[in-house]
Structures are given as C-alpha cells and as structure tokens.
C-alpha cells in the first residue's frame, strides 16, 4: 500500500473490499497531496457522517484509474469545533462536495475559495443531515403508526394462536 510509506500517521483498514486510510486532520490536506502525487489521482466525492457524540467522519474517495484501485481517506473533527483545511487546493473537484458538506453538516472547510450554501433555500436554518436536525414533518404533524405502549386496540400476537389452530391445542388444562 502506498500510504506505508507515509508514516505513523495513518492507520490502513479494509472492510468490504474498500481500503480506508484514516488520518488526523492536521495531515488532512498531506496526505491527499501524498495520494494523488502517488497515482490516485481521480477525485470522486466527499461527504461527512454524523457520528455523535464523537463528531464527524470526513470522508473522501480516490481512485487510480491506470491500477483500478480504490481509497477512502477519513477524518474526523469535534461537533465542538467542526473546522478543516479545505482540499480544493489537492483537487479542485472537492469544491463543491466541501459546499454541500458545509451547508448540510456545518463541517467548516478552512480556506475554501466560495464556502457559501449550495442546495438549500435563501435563509434555511440548521444543518439537515446532522443527527441533532428536528424534521419539522414530525412536529407539525404526528408519524402515522405512534401509539403509546397500551393504546393499541389490536389483540397482542403474544396472546393469539394461529389460524387454524384449536384453542385447547398446546396449553396444560
């Protein structure tokens, strides 16, 4: 693996068949220059995961066309704190998956060129895709299938037998 060579400072995981190269966020921007420098040059998407209470996976995927390999590269940063460098710089493809990540988690991508939101309406509040984000749906109107424990009219399936089966079958009289 070509990240051997960068150091102590990632940690190489595989799962599924999909290489994960996890970094801190200070080696963030290094270590995607380290990779395409190395080949995986083709920039394919970049999101984040809501991870609470610990923060947010950053997540970037890269691939080297000429061997048909595959990498992810992971991050993480504080909800406290959700800043880091922008990777515009490595690929310029990064540039809007940083806008939609901002706009949709609140992940701060420091030196972005134009860090403005990009899929929501003039004045949304919040970040949608972040786990703590209160859908309004479920405010204004209740989810359809919500009954408290006991409010259900519905015979409990503990208590009923099959079709078909005799009520006498299998209970000691």
Same mark, same amino acid.
């Given at each position: ?24 966020? =200070? +080696? /963030?921007? &290094?270590?995607? %220059? *380290? ?58 493809? =990064? +540039? /809007?998956? &940083?806008?939609? %990540? *901002? ?71």
């Amino acid at each position: 693996m070509i990240l051997d060579e960068f150091g102590s400072g990632v940690v190489i995981s595989e799962s599924f068949g999909e290489t994960t190269a996890d970094v801190g966020p =200070a +080696d /963030w921007i &290094e270590v995607l %220059t *380290f990779c395409r420098d190395r080949g995986y040059s083709f920039f394919d998407w970049l999101t984040a995961v809501d991870d609470p209470p610990e923060g947010f996976a950053v997540v970037a995927h890269l691939a080297d066309q000429e061997r048909h390999l595959r990498l992810l590269v992971r991050t993480h940063v504080p909800h406290s704190d959700p800043v880091l460098p922008s990777a515009v710089g490595v690929f310029r493809g =990064a +540039d /809007w998956h &940083e806008r939609e %990540t *901002f706009e949709m988690f609140g992940v701060v991508f420091d030196g972005h060129p134009d860090l403005r939101p990009l899929l929501l309406p003039d004045g949304f509040e919040g970040h949608p895709l972040r786990k703590d984000f209160v859908l309004a749906a479920r405010v204004a109107k209740t989810w359809p299938g919500a009954k408290e424990p006991g409010e259900s009219s519905a015979p409990s399936r503990r208590k009923m037998s099959p079709p078909g089966v005799p009520a006498d079958w299998g209970r000691n009289a």
